[in-house]
């Protein structure tokens, strides 16, 4: 059974930072593309950042580019998602996302971790 464990989501003012976790149990971890995605109440969730099954290659929404970094490591089955210089904007429940890179390209998403921004 696959399963996600998220954590470091919390209240910070703007400006602030914060690192979200996510660790993977009950997948071979390393065959799976990671992302993070976040969905603000009365919006649609959007996909912030993904990170190749190697960390070959990253991507990122050009609304966090330069202040977000995502990263794993496929010893420990954990992916992050370091966030810098935080917006209001950027208040939403954030989910870890797990996609096989080969057939059947089957999903997983994490319960989900609540970050707020806020003075």
């Known amino acids: 059974q696959v399963q996600f464990v998220e954590s470091g989501g919390g209240l910070v003012q703007p400006g602030g930072s914060l690192r979200l976790s996510c660790e993977a149990a009950g997948l071979t971890f390393s065959i799976f593309d990671m992302s993070w995605y976040r969905q603000a109440p009365g919006k649609e969730r959007e996909l912030v950042a993904t990170?190749?099954?190697?960390?070959?290659?990253?991507n990122y929404a050009d609304s966090v580019k330069g202040r977000f970094t995502i990263s794993r490591d496929n010893v420990k089955n954990m992916v992050y998602l370091q966030m810098n210089s935080l917006k209001p904007e950027d208040t939403a429940v954030y989910y870890c996302?797990?996609?096989?890179?080969?057939?059947?390209?089957?999903?997983?998403w994490g319960q989900g971790t609540q970050v707020t921004v806020s003075s």
């Open positions: 990170i190749t099954s190697s960390s070959r290659d990253t």
């Open positions: 996302h797990a996609r096989r890179t080969k057939w059947p390209n089957d999903v997983y």
